[in-house]
């Protein structure tokens, strides 16, 4: 079975710092992958997504992430975060044709301080 | 994007109770699941509602404890049954394939998710 790891569980980084968290997976075959965000108090909400084509997509807020088959990563990157950005960040992968279930990892909280 | 609910949004209960938890989305979709958050932990799948049959439950969650149904294509329940203090959780609704035409929403291929109930189990 597929599984999805996390590194960094807390991250505390101050406004204007940039940002990568670490995510890899564990599957030889296609996938989809995802990062999904929840800010405090709120639901999941879609960042960005990689299908197929270009390695490195583009979500909202600024945030990117690349993925780097021969990793199996898909990291998360913002040159600049900022305050709004404390939230937590989840990665999820799906194999395609593997019933659109989708594995997440264990999240990473990130913080940012003023 | 869909836009979905889940009723109730929190819920404190009993040990040996059960309780059913709603999911409604704004537009028929194909696929409907339900996941588990528990304290500390990511997200779980419990299992896929299928509409019109049976739902497909993951390794290690089964039909007696979780039944789930799901009667169209906008509408699905949850049933968290004889809880125990160990089911005390976020039960997160996600749907995914949007039909789209006549609600006015493009098709889409990733998982939306509503705002989850959070069950308490004394």
């Known amino acids: 079975a597929q599984s999805v790891s996390q590194h960094n569980h807390h991250v505390i980084l101050s406004e204007a710092a940039s940002l990568e968290l670490g995510c890899n997976y564990s599957y030889g075959g296609t996938v989809n992958l995802f990062w999904y965000v929840q800010y405090p108090g709120q639901h999941l909400q879609l960042l960005l997504k990689?299908?197929?084509?270009?390695?490195l997509v583009k979500g909202i807020k600024g945030f990117e992430a690349e993925f780097i088959k021969s990793k199996f990563s898909f990291n998360l990157r913002k040159p600049s975060v900022q305050w709004s950005d404390t939230a937590e960040y989840f990665c999820?992968?799906?194999?395609?044709?593997?019933?659109?279930?989708?594995?997440f990892g264990t999240g990473t909280q990130l913080k940012v301080e003023l | 994007s869909a836009v979905i609910s889940q009723k109730p949004s929190r819920d404190i209960c009993q040990r040996g109770t059960s309780l059913t938890i709603q999911c409604q989305v704004d537009s028929q979709v194909t696929m409907m699941f339900w996941y588990r958050q528990q304290p500390g932990q990511s997200l779980t799948l419990i299992a896929t509602?299928?509409?019109?049959?049976?739902?497909?439950?993951e390794s290690g969650f089964v039909i007696d404890k979780f039944p789930i149904s799901r009667p169209n294509l906008t509408f699905s329940t949850l049933t968290v049954s004889n809880m125990s203090p160990e089911d005390s959780s976020i039960y997160l609704c996600?749907?995914?394939?949007?039909?789209?035409?006549?609600?006015?929403?493009?098709?889409?291929?990733?998982?939306?998710f509503g705002p989850g109930t959070r069950l308490t189990v004394l």
């Open positions: 999820a992968v799906r194999i395609t044709g593997g019933g659109n279930k989708l594995t």
């Open positions: 990689y299908f197929s084509g270009d390695p």
């Open positions: 509602a299928n509409q019109g049959s049976e739902a497909t439950y």
């Open positions: 996600s749907v995914e394939g949007s039909l789209g035409l006549a609600g006015g929403h493009p098709p889409y291929n990733e998982q939306f």
